[in-house]
């Protein structure tokens, strides 16, 4: 093969490798610096973070709004520690990021040098692929095996190690690359699933009595909306979708069912629609992990259906409802070679259940608007209620609004409350959902996304961990609203903690924090929303505004979202 001769340096030939796989930014915080510096040199944005943590939340929400594999940057030692939470969240939720993560010198090895470990065996439980670059030869090539690693088959996190002695040569070598081609798109490659297991899924789907879609982020992920949008209408099946799944088909549809598993009790917008799925014959899963929130801990799926599951990986095949038909593949590409094989075959069954199943999900939905009137319409006193204040979104949300929230109760008000409708896009941290993802995960989608407007909710639990970043909003010339439901309180811990355990324990309680002084004082907008007159208001101001909007609103701590057993220790407002 012949390669292309060039003159650089070390780390010069890792900007080259990393533009060459469609790089245009990198969250980092300096180090490793000569890399920093040549990426820079090359054109390669820097999005400085305030924490690691927050570097990798950014990172997710680029790569998951982008559809590119996003990069990360970190010191070895402390800082390397603190990519932990943001690789193990994009692991369990399949979302692709390298991490370039600066290593002591290789004649320092096992000297007890400075922030010396072993960070091999620190990301081994966090990424599917780690690897350590020992000699400049072979910098492209490890690059790409990141890349691969990162975005082929379930995406997941790779990690590049690089010796700070190899990367801070001064020296401009005669380097001799080989490799051309781009891989900083996910998924990588598609794979469709086993043509005959697609027919025999297609004949259960339109023979079923009473057949559902439950699906999960691997459509998402996949860009499968359109395929799986397709069978809804042309084949007249109810879907149904995970918190993750949450815009994989209109919610104003009439055969869609809407965010289900465990957020369907009291004023939970699938509650009254939950027999669709607990009664259904056969249960087509795409890109559903069948994990327990989305299943009610593993109640909300009958255990005498007919499972038919597509999912890129076949571990998650049957995990945990077996399988009849394993369709191992694509998301994509495997639901538009089921619609082909479903188009060949006899509609009359489907379509004559279709007017049944519209009024069935009508009236679902009608006793949904009847349940949370007195939150969406009651709220006249203050404070203001979440569910007030999701409902008063809807006139400012643009058709390709993107909505982000933060864990615990913020992503239960986004899934519930706010329509999954036109372009909309919902990014939740769903994978191990922790605290701290809201803010900073809105800020990648922006740097992605730049001429559509985001919108955050977090907590103010979840917001005192990246409080930080807000002076990153304002030096990298970001801008989201964000609004923090000021309610002084670990919510979901709290009623958790009463609901189990009867008690809760004092670091359930927040002191009060001035959250719109706190932007303010990083220069942006803050805003105080304290009255369910003043909503109107506060949001016009805020969409019209320029830059990083912070809203500090403050609610009930009696608030508590559709979660069943937490529900239970709730006193009722």
């Not at 800020?443 to 919108?455: D, E, L, N, S, T």
């Not at 929303?529 to 208001?537: G, V």
Request: overall charge negative; glycine content about 8%.
């Amino acid at each position: 093969m012949k390669g292309t001769p060039v003159q650089g340096t070390n780390a010069q030939i890792v900007a080259r490798c990393l533009k060459r796989h469609g790089v245009t930014e990198l969250f980092g915080q300096s180090n490793p610096t000569k890399i920093t510096l040549a990426c820079i040199e090359a054109g390669i944005r820097q999005v400085g973070y305030r924490q690691e943590n927050s570097g990798a939340y950014m990172a997710q929400g680029y790569g998951m709004a982008s559809g590119k594999v996003p990069v990360v940057t970190a010191q070895n030692g402390p800082a390397a520690t603190l990519l932990v939470p943001g690789l193990a969240e994009c692991l369990k939720a399949s979302h692709p990021v390298v991490a370039i993560v600066q290593q002591i010198s290789r004649h320092d090895y096992e000297k007890n040098a400075f922030q010396e470990m072993d960070h091999e065996a620190l990301f081994s439980g966090c990424a599917k692929w780690v690897k350590t670059v020992l000699t400049a030869d072979r910098i492209e090539d490890y690059i790409d095996m990141a890349f691969t690693a990162a975005a082929g088959g379930r995406p997941g996190p790779a990690v590049l190690l690089f010796p700070v002695d190899l990367f801070n040569d001064d020296t401009a070598y005669a380097h001799t690359l080989y490799r051309q081609e781009s891989l900083g798109r996910y998924p990588l490659d598609r794979t469709a699933a086993d043509p005959e297991q697609v027919r025999r899924a297609a004949r259960l789907l339109m023979e079923a009595k009473a057949p559902v879609i439950y699906a999960g982020g691997g459509v998402i992920s996949s860009g499968a909306q359109a395929e799986l949008r397709e069978i809804q209408e042309s084949y007249h099946i109810p879907v149904a979708t995970t918190m993750m799944g949450k815009g994989s088909v209109d919610e104003t549809h009439p055969l869609s069912i809407g965010v289900s598993g465990y957020i369907t009790g009291k004023r939970g917008m699938a509650k009254f629609l939950k027999p669709m799925l607990s009664e259904a014959d056969v249960v087509l899963l795409v890109g559903n992990r069948t994990n327990q929130n989305g299943t009610d801990s593993w109640t909300l799926l009958p255990k005498n259906a007919v499972y038919i599951h597509i999912d890129v990986d076949s571990m998650e095949i049957g995990r945990n409802y077996e399988a009849s038909v394993r369709l191992l593949g694509d998301a994509k590409l495997t639901l538009a070679a089921l619609s082909r094989e479903m188009a060949a075959l006899d509609p009359t069954l489907r379509r004559s259940r279709r007017a049944e199943l519209e009024q069935q999900i009508a009236q679902g939905r009608a006793r949904h608007l009847e349940e949370i009137r007195d939150v969406t319409e009651g709220n006249t006193r203050a404070p203001v209620m979440p569910e007030r204040l999701m409902t008063a979104l809807e006139p400012y949300l643009e058709d390709d609004h993107i909505l982000v929230a933060d864990a615990s109760f913020s992503s239960i008000w986004i899934a519930n409350y706010i329509r999954a409708e036109k372009k909309r896009e919902f990014y939740l941290p769903r994978g191990l959902a922790g605290l701290g993802w809201g803010l900073p995960m809105a800020m990648g989608i922006k740097v992605a996304q730049p001429g559509r407007k985001v919108f955050c909710l977090s907590g103010d639990g979840g917001f005192a961990h990246v409080w930080s970043e807000l002076e990153t909003c304002k030096r990298e010339g970001i801008d989201v609203v964000c609004v923090v439901l000021n309610n002084e309180l670990l919510g979901y811990q709290y009623y958790a903690e009463h609901a189990k355990f009867g008690a809760n324990t004092n670091a359930c309680y927040i002191h009060p924090v001035d959250y719109a002084k706190l932007a303010q004082a990083c220069g942006l907008t803050g805003l105080t929303l304290r009255d369910p007159a003043e909503i109107d208001t506060v949001l016009q101001q805020a969409f019209a505004a320029e830059g990083t909007v912070v809203i500090d609103m403050h609610t009930d701590d009696r608030c508590v979202p559709p979660v069943s057993l937490l529900q239970t220790a709730a006193p009722q407002i």
